[in-house]
């Protein structure tokens, strides 16, 4: 398995973990094929990462973690997000790293080569911050696209993104929807991130954005303030999972694997 090409370019993995999900509460602790979540997704980063830390607000997690012999940090429980808390977790390390990877919590089955094509995107200097974009088979219907909970994509380039969207994007001006998919190639977002660590600080600074607000999407802030992310690319599904019923579709496809 290949690892990011710079060996002077040092990554952390930080995964944020609440425990008082509004939708599911104590979700990091569930059971999944005799482990909590949160050590299935701890074991997933390590196979590619040499440092990974959980950074949560609850003292329940944070025993777990250690329990199964893991790293954790305890971080406020005012966070607002997944990166304000990585943020929290990376200003209480006493080692210096280049970047963050943010890798979500509640994703059990989080490819090993998902991580490392965010690494890949480092290898340009220019690169701020890194996120993934799953390629939309052109064998799916326009439900697939049509989900809000899938945010879709538009890419310059140079495989930056312009804009994300909870509404399907771009939009199809005298084409039938059937034929969306078939008639252009189309980048739901996969919601994985990594930072430079001194951007990584200037983001957590900033207020609040208009399209955040109304998109209820995080990263259209950075954008809005002139930040610039890349995006590489997966063919591999997400399975996110936010609700009880989520958990035990996950569960089955556990036990199928």
């Given amino acids: ?56 607000d609850d003292h329940r997690i944070y025993d777990c973690v250690n329990t199964f012999g893991g790293k954790a940090f305890m971080t406020s429980a005012t966070a607002k997000s997944g990166t304000d808390r990585c943020y929290e977790a990376i200003s209480q390390l006493q080692e210096i790293f280049d970047a963050v990877i943010n890798i979500q919590g509640d994703e059990p089955f989080i490819q090993p080569e998902q991580i490392i094509t965010l690494q890949e995107c480092f290898e340009d200097e220019q690169t701020q911050i890194a996120t993934l974009a799953k390629i939309v088979p052109q064998t799916e219907e326009y439900d697939y696209i049509l989900n809000p909970n899938r945010p879709k994509i538009v890419l310059n380039k140079n495989n930056e993104a312009l804009y994300f969207s909870r509404q399907v994007i771009p939009y199809q001006r005298n084409t039938a929807n059937e034929h969306w998919i078939s008639n252009h190639q189309y980048f739901v977002h996969v919601g994985i991130y990594a930072y430079r660590t001194e951007i990584l600080k200037e983001l957590c600074s900033l207020p609040v954005s208009s399209l955040e607000k109304a998109e209820s999407l995080e990263q259209l802030r950075w954008l809005e303030n002139g930040y610039r992310i890349k995006v590489g690319f997966t063919t591999a599904e997400s399975y996110g999972i936010d609700t009880p019923e989520d958990l035990e579709k996950v569960r089955k496809m556990f036990l199928g694997k």
């Fill in 1 to 56: 398995m290949t690892l990011h090409s710079n060996k002077n370019f040092r990554f952390v993995g930080i995964i944020p973990a609440r425990f008082a999900s509004t939708r599911f509460p104590g979700k990091p602790l569930a059971d999944i094929g005799g482990k909590p979540m949160i050590q299935r997704v701890y074991e997933q980063a390590r196979k590619v990462l040499q440092t990974v830390y959980v950074a949560t």
